[in-house]
């Protein structure tokens, strides 16, 4: 089977990360990745800001979607302990930031799993990170002036492995 093919059925998200760092080789091939999605109109707007798995805007972003959720203690954060967590922004005046982000997380996790990395793309953050400290933590993630976040995603070595979703393809596709 293609390699592609085989990568798409195989991906799934990961929930539970080993304490081993990413190498500077496996942390280029992802964001070379995304740095290869296509973007509407080659605008490559798209922008990628890559935090260690322990930088504290992380904890602050915890935080504030916890707050908001009323969530108190979860047993895990929204990136599950992930060595690396890279946020993916866009400028929020482009209409087809949203969409060119989406591209180019799926490349990246698409990336991650052929080379045996798990990753966990993630948007539950979107509350807190574009509510009332937008500007807060847009500064503290030092995105570009008129950017936003659009989506992340987390990456690691897996601990735990997980079964690629099932799908419902009568119900999910209409061929007319």
Known sequence: M???IETIKERSSTRGYTGDALTE???GILLHAGLQAPTAANRQEIHFTVLDGSHPVLQELEEEKNRLRNITAPPHNFYYEAPVVVIISADANFKWG????????ENMALAAESIGLG???I???SDAIL??????FSEALRLPPSYEYKIAIAFGHKAVVKEPHTYDAAAQITRL
Do not use: H, P, R, W
């Not at 949203?98 to 997380?105: K, S, Y």
């Not at 509510?131 to 807060?136: A, L, M, T």
């Open 131 to 136: 509510g009332k400290k937008k500007s807060y």
């Open 25 to 27: 080789e496996e942390l």
């Open 119 to 121: 990753n966990l793309i």
């Open 98 to 105: 949203t969409l060119d982000a989406g591209i180019a997380v």
């Open 2 to 4: 293609n390699k592609v």
């Open 123 to 125: 948007g539950c953050i």
